[in-house]
């Protein structure tokens, strides 16, 4: 069998590399891809995310038996609308499924519709409008882009100075083009953030590892929110019964809610949620896997991922299997970042005590994890980018003909990972 996965970065290197892992793959070709990824044997496909037509072309040729759609804005622009118009099959939502994220006012009317647990908001494309809503409302408050903006959308305001100027960028300095020519505005919700993933073909659905992901730029959680400078899976602090409070009275509604909207949902769900006094709320709903979160989701996974997947499409019961064992972990960094701005163990706070408290029995016995959670700047356990070593491994590094700068991400640490190796 030979598959493809769309997308160039580390989210769809961590999902193709999985992928070959399966005893009955036998290519595994990533469009266009990253160099990095030709050192864990996956072909690179120079074809673009957007040239859909180019794609399926290649699929057909090659006997592509399903493809894998990595990033939000393929997904927007209706690449799988395309490939299953062409008689393929490729695990991602349709344009109208993928709405979910690409437009945050449609995913919270579908969340108010059907009762799924969320913030107070309002919705605007005219900036005087916004504002008068946010002087009414106070701070802290949120801004949002209503479109895809890269994971940088989301301004958190403790003013309402900043929450003003948030809106004015968005609106009238077209700070995220087309994306920002409307902006949802919430209430701030306190409370621990978590990520919950899962696989879905319809009603039917299988959930993944819970994940948290640090989403600031700086440390001591400062700074503007990013796409996630890194993350780690399970939480093990976190009661399994708000896991299925979440699924009961978050995921279920809503793929059902798609279901009568004519919108049925195929693909990963990823529900950013936050545990409040009141029981956990969405913060936003994404249509594929988030990136870091893939990166230490799918090493957890002990079945055969692309048995798994091609069940799903299949409308078959797939039999997915996770190891319960240990914590992987991940982070991002530029390569030009100075050394002050290298992620520290600190940034997880106040996470990093219910990783290090609740792992150490596997800690105790790994001595790269131990050095790790005792050296104050990750960048000191980390080898170079450049040269993968037992306690690095380079999972991407992004093109450098359309990217100013490099990402790696180290994996750690899943003892199914470690069983059989020395470090």
Request: charged share 25%; aromatic share 8%; with cysteine.
């Amino acid at each position: 069998m030979k598959l493809l996965v769309v997308g160039s970065g580390g989210r769809e290197h961590a999902i193709a590399k999985k992928i070959l892992e399966s005893k009955d793959v036998e290519q595994v070709f990533v469009a266009p891809g990253n160099d990095g990824m030709t050192l864990d044997g996956l072909d690179l496909i120079n074809i673009g995310i957007s040239e859909h037509s180019k794609l399926i072309d290649f699929a057909k040729a090659n006997d592509i038996a399903w493809t894998f759609i990595g990033p939000d804005d393929a997904l927007a622009a209706g690449i799988v609308d395309d490939f299953n118009a062409a008689g393929l099959k490729a695990f991602g939502p349709t344009k109208a499924a993928a709405e979910l994220e690409w437009s945050k006012d449609f995913a919270k009317e579908i969340m108010v519709k059907y009762d799924v647990p969320t913030a107070a908001y309002g919705t605007f494309s005219d900036f005087e409008e916004a504002k008068a809503y946010i002087e009414e409302k106070g701070a802290p408050i949120v801004i949002k882009a209503d479109g895809l903006a890269l994971g940088k959308g989301v301004v958190v305001a403790e003013t309402v100075e900043q929450a003003v100027e948030a809106a004015h960028e968005m609106l009238l300095d077209n700070k995220f083009g087309d994306s920002g020519a409307r902006v949802v505005i919430e209430e701030f919700l306190d409370g621990e953030e978590f990520s919950l993933f899962a696989f879905v073909n319809g009603d039917k659905f299988y959930i993944m590892p819970t994940a948290q992901d640090h989403k600031r730029a700086y440390d001591g959680d400062k700074g503007p929110n990013t796409g996630g400078m890194g993350a780690y899976a399970p939480v093990p602090h976190l009661p399994q019964s708000v896991v299925d409070t979440a699924v009961d009275t978050i995921v279920k509604p809503v793929l059902e809610g798609m279901i009568k909207e004519g919108r049925p949902y195929t693909g990963v769900l990823y529900a950013g949620l936050i545990l409040t006094a009141d029981g956990p709320k969405v913060i936003e709903f994404n249509s594929r896997f988030g990136d870091p979160e893939t990166q230490i989701i799918l090493p957890r996974l002990t079945s055969d991922f692309a048995q798994n997947i091609t069940d799903i499409l299949d409308g078959k019961e797939p039999a997915i299997t996770w190891t319960d064992k240990g914590v992987t972990l991940a982070w991002l960094w530029p390569q030009t970042a100075t050394h002050s701005l290298m992620r520290k163990v600190s940034s997880f706070q106040p996470r990093q005590t219910a990783i290090s408290s609740l792992t150490m029995p596997v800690l105790n016995s790994l001595k790269m994890a131990k050095t790790f959670f005792q050296t104050e700047d990750v960048s000191t356990c980390l080898s170079q980018q450049q040269t993968p070593s037992k306690t690095a491994k380079t999972l991407s590094t992004t093109n450098s003909t359309n990217k100013t700068q490099k990402a790696s991400s180290i994996e750690m640490i899943s003892v199914a990972r470690l069983t059989n190796k020395t470090l």
